[in-house]
């Protein structure tokens, strides 16, 4: 047991809000994402040292920078909703019994996949178009810049992959509900 009781706590609470094993792989692997920050810092501080320094400024770290830091933005969605994080109305949902906290995580997990469904088809309409020209031959679309890279290509196949998930992740926190697990709803309210 840690000496630091707060910290005890943060894990237990962290843990008992992954309700599936999508929801723990997911939350697991976001620990390897975040290490795309300090890659970004690191080409950040290369990007100035080299500019500033030696006055040899590279074209690709802006553009790397941002395409990682994009990426863990996207990345995010899952992960919040894996770790139970999504925005609520707390005031609302923490002062109903455990019985309508499963109904409204219900009607929430309905609309969230209407939504995740809907999205979806404009990621996967946005991807295609990112990685494929008009006739059909596999090109992937770049940023127009010196060096051109393929992330404008790359990002939306990550939304379309991110949105995806989000919507198998919320069916299968709609699976859980409908199956009524009253006891793990009184241990989520109220946190």
């Known amino acids: ?68 830091i994009a990426a863990i933005f996207l990345i995010g969605g899952p992960v919040a909703l894996a770790r139970d994080k999504h925005i609520r109305v707390r005031m609302i949902y923490d002062s109903v019994s455990p019985r309508v906290r499963r109904w409204l995580d219900i009607v929430n997990s309905l609309i969230a996949m209407i ?27 770049g940023t127009g810049t010196a060096w051109n890279p393929p992330t404008p290509a790359l990002l939306k196949i990550i939304i379309l992959i991110c949105v995806c998930l989000m919507f198998v992740q919320t069916l299968m926190h709609l699976i859980k509900a409908i199956r009524g697990d009253d006891a793990a709803y009184s241990e989520r309210g109220g946190q």
């Open 115 to 141: 939504f995740f469904a809907g999205l979806g088809y404009a990621g996967a309409t946005m991807a295609w178009k990112a990685t494929h020209r008009p006739n059909g031959d596999i090109h992937l679309e």
């Open 1 to 68: 047991m840690p000496d630091n009781p707060d910290v005890s706590d943060l894990e237990d609470n962290g843990q008992a809000n992954l309700r599936t094993g999508l929801d723990r792989f997911i939350a697991g692997s976001a620990k390897l994402f975040a290490w795309a920050i300090f890659l970004a810092f690191a080409i950040s501080v290369y990007e100035v040292i080299a500019r500033y320094v030696f006055d040899s400024p590279t074209y690709w770290a802006h553009e790397s920078t941002t395409f990682l």
